[in-house]
């Protein structure tokens, strides 16, 4: 598979909401609010992730499985994200060159 096949295949199953929703199922709460209050992050980030405005970061991720237990490989599919490697970014890459 290429690598652009790889990456439209990942926009099509990437979905944030069903990691937000099992967060919120399997720690036990009520909404969006008392998840954002539990991973220490304003509840705005939340609504920003699910309405696809902002990705889940690695230190979200982190703290999802500090709170929750999950290993970061379950939290990754959750969410669709099943990539095996990630690519670091270059510095010339980070600056737009």
Known sequence: MSTAAAAEETIETYDPNKLL???IKHL?????????QKL?????VLSKIRHRKLAVGATLL???HEESEISIKDLRQLMGDRRKHFRPIRPDEAAGA
Do not use: R
């Open 62 to 64: 982190i703290s999802m």
């Open 21 to 23: 929703d099992h967060l």
């Open 40 to 44: 220490h992050v304003a509840s705005p």
């Open 28 to 36: 036990g709460l009520k909404n969006d609010a008392a998840l954002a």
